[in-house]
């Protein structure tokens, strides 16, 4: 079965950046989309970003357009966020996931922001 397990979030100062990290087995990687979303404190799952198989498209949710980039490498089975200039409103647990709702998603890492 689909197995997602993210890592690399922690508490940063605003500004700074952090890369997010995810594994995934248990299905074949390298034919899905792959999504991030998140989870701010009191509010429901926000879809971040996607990217297809082949990494020639890539989306971002307008809040994070030119501050976060995501990549892959199918070759092992690896999803990342790369999260720059890091702002409060960017605390939230972060998921990948193999759709945009969020559905099919891992256990989360948790992202804070704060001075």
């Known amino acids: 079965q689909v197995r997602l397990v993210e890592s690399g979030g922690g508490l940063v100062q605003p500004g700074e950046s952090l890369r997010l990290s995810c594994v995934a087995s248990g299905f074949s990687f390298s034919d899905f989309w792959m999504y991030w979303v998140r989870q701010a404190p009191g509010k429901g799952l926000e879809w971040v970003s996607q990217v297809n198989p082949g990494s020639t498209f890539t989306r971002y949710t307008e809040s994070v357009k030119g501050r976060f980039t995501i990549s892959r490498d199918n070759a092992k089975n690896m999803l990342y966020l790369q999260m720059s200039s890091l702002k409060s409103e960017d605390t939230a647990v972060y998921y990948c996931?193999?759709?945009?709702?969020?559905?099919?998603r891992g256990q989360g890492t948790q992202v804070t922001v704060s001075s």
């Open positions: 996931a193999t759709d945009p709702t969020g559905a099919d």
